[in-house]
């Protein structure tokens, strides 16, 4: 069964410390995205990367940052976590291009609270 | 991409047919429209797409109108599992990726005993 694995369901952090969310697929996909997700406000996307070292910038990008040494794992950071950045983060990957890349398999979600 | 819009909420009685409607009246002739759904306290779900044939799967059933300006998601037995957040989204299926995908709010579906 396709699977994406995120690294934590729950984080508790300070404001100011940096932090790490995991995310790995076993689907060999080449685009990973990384969203949060607020009442009211859906999915925003933060990053996506559609190939190992690439990345992209999605609606949301200020004050995260991400890596994607391997084609299997996409890291979202947070430099200094600010309390608006309390969230739930989801992880999604699928293929490079044509209809299937519309097909986005998720993750179940980590909930980060930044107190 | 094309722009949508969903009602926020909707109910619909176990056992009966929901039907969700996503508007997408700016459409351009190569996007596609992909229906997802969330349930609550997981990540979101594909469920179908469609470019302006209809199209069934195991999961629903997707009615495009002729003029691609609106599609209906059709669950025909509605269950308590079906309650959840459903997502219309248009798109272009890029050639070489690079491509992001958007969310927007999508409708609330409670399916009511």
């Known amino acids: 069964d396709v699977k994406v694995t995120q690294s934590s369901r729950y984080l508790v952090k300070r404001t100011g410390e940096k932090v790490f969310l995991e995310c790995v697929q076993d689907?060999?996909?080449?685009?990973m995205f990384w969203y949060r997700q607020d009442p009211g406000l859906g999915l925003r996307l933060i990053y996506f990367?559609?190939?190992?070292?690439?990345?992209e910038k999605g609606d949301i990008p200020e004050g995260y940052s991400v890596s994607r040494e391997k084609k299997e794992r996409f890291s979202l950071i947070l430099e200094s976590a600010s309390t608006n950045q309390t969230s739930m983060y989801l992880c999604a990957s699928s293929l490079l291009a044509g209809v299937k890349s519309g097909e986005l398999f998720f993750g179940e979600g980590s909930r980060l609270t930044v107190l | 991409d094309a722009k949508t819009t969903q009602p926020p909420s909707m109910d619909c009685a176990e056992g009966r047919a929901a039907n969700l409607p996503c508007n997408h009246s700016?459409?351009?002739?190569?996007?596609?429209v992909y229906w997802y759904r969330q349930i609550h306290s997981q990540g979101p779900q594909y469920i179908i797409h469609g470019l302006k044939n209809n199209e069934t799967n195991e999961m629903a059933s997707l009615i495009i109108t002729e003029d691609r300006k609106s599609s209906t998601l059709i669950l025909p037995h509605a269950t308590l599992r079906d309650t959840a957040v459903y997502y219309c989204?248009?798109?272009?299926?890029?050639?070489?990726?690079?491509?992001?995908?958007?969310f927007g709010t999508g409708t609330r579906l409670t399916i009511i005993p």
């Open positions: 700016t459409i351009s002739g190569n996007e596609y």
């Open positions: 990367s559609y190939d190992v070292k690439m990345k």
């Open positions: 689907m060999d996909h080449e685009n």
């Open positions: 989204i248009v798109r272009v299926p890029p050639l070489f990726g690079n491509e992001k995908l958007t």
